[in-house]
């Protein structure tokens, strides 16, 4: 093979998605992966995108944006969702895998391809020339520090706490209320108050939930200050109400009284629709988190369009470091990819190697490079991430709050499907528009499994 016109590290589902969209596109690929030759802490086997943990890739319905994610990469050839339809189990709406299947399927299709050149080494340094980063949450120390040193320390994170993410929508404001602590800074915060009654109920709770092991090479996360809720009331009572529940400077505007404790919404979209509880990361599983916010006064019908979690990963502040193409700012033929520009999930990490590789085949080919509209799942997930007026960055799952309200009267379900089919149009027009899509140099049936 000639000389590879772009390298591609990491053959997770980011790297692995990236480099069929290349080499679909002519474009001579060489994928660097480390494994087997070195393994990550969570990954097994030496297959590309391996699925770490769960065998699902979540819903598969309109209902739900990352089913609408999952359809606009379809219509964008992906080659992790082909290959997750190939390999697919039966899972009612979700799209669950075989996940050996599934893997190599991935692995084959990249073997076969004549484009691509693979490599099973770990990369120490960012190499020079057209390069796609897509080492994921446990990018190897080595290169880590590699990126360290290209943007600086202060913009790559090594640990996700991220508290849950409500629908502004879904909060009960009967009974919650804006404000801010000490009347400061305008009625920025959704307020929740509780009564000391209300408080040791939600506490036992917290207490009892079932909770998500930690890994062990991710332990030392408490020490850099992100306790979870659960470890704050374990060690005791009235932990949490002198912590990020506490009441201070606050007052219900109905009795004119200070709650016995108050669990803080902040504003995380530009539209509001969206907003994270202050100070609520955890690690109680997904269900418990559901059963157990919903006690909260005024989230009882709470969307969580995110739930929280504890857990390594590397990524970036893709806020200020990166364009909406997913290029460096400071360095145009450097694209980043996958978990590491801070979304989060299997599909959300695959997507976004799609978009990577589109756009690295767009500049060898003096094309425009592109940016998918915000209507679409992926646009508005992508616009998210870069958005440069953002503080606090923490990594995002699709959702509907991302994308532009859609004005008319229906709610729930009709109105997520409305803007699901808005979504699929939008993201038609633009692959024509755009002429994105060309035809495949090879197709995943040809692929001998
Ligand atoms: C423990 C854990 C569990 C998770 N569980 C889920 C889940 O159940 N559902 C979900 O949707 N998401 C989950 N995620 C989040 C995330 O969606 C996945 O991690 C996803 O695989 C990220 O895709 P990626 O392509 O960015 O990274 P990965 O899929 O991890 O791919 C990165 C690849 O880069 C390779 N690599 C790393 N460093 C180097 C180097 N220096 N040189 C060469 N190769 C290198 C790795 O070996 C790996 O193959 C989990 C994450 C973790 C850490």
Known sequence: MNEPQVTVIGAGLAGSEAAWQLARRGIRVRLIEMRPVKMTEAHRTSDFAELVCSNSLRNDSMDTAVGVLKQEMRRLDSLVIASAD?????????????????????????????????????????????????????????????????????????????APIVAADSVDMSVAFMASRYGKG???????????????????????????????????????????????????????????????????????HRPFAVVQLRQDDSAAHLYNMVGFQTKMTYPDQRRVLRMIPGLEHAEFVRLGSIHRNTFVDSPRLLLPTLQLKTRDDLFLSGQMVGVEGYVESASAGLLAGINAANLLMNRELVVPPPETAIGSLIAYITDSTRRDFQPMNANYGLMPDLKIRARGREKKIQMGNRALSAIDEWIQREQIGPPASMALSEVRL
């Open 186 to 256: 305008g009625d920025d915060y959704i307020n929740c108050p509780m009564t000391e009654a209300q408080y040791e109920a939600f506490v036992a709770a917290v207490v009892a939930a079932e909770k998500i092991e930690l890994h062990a090479f991710e332990k030392p996360v408490y020490f850099e200050g992100c306790m979870p809720i659960e470890e704050m009331a374990r060690r005791g009572p009235m932990t949490l109400a002198f912590g990020p529940m506490r009441p201070v400077g606050l007052s219900e505007p109905r009795s004119g």
């Open 86 to 162: 190939r390999a697919r189990v039966p899972a009612g709406s979700a799209l669950a895998v075989d996940r050996n299947d599934f893997s190599r399927s991935i692995t084959a299709a990249l073997e076969q391809h004549p484009m691509v050149e693979i490599a099973r080494a770990e990369a120490c340094a960012i190499p020079s020339g057209m390069t796609i980063l897509a080492t994921g949450p446990l990018t190897s120390p080595a290169l880590g520090e590699s990126l360290n040193n290209l943007i600086g320390p202060r913009n790559l994170y090594f640990y996700d706490a991220i």
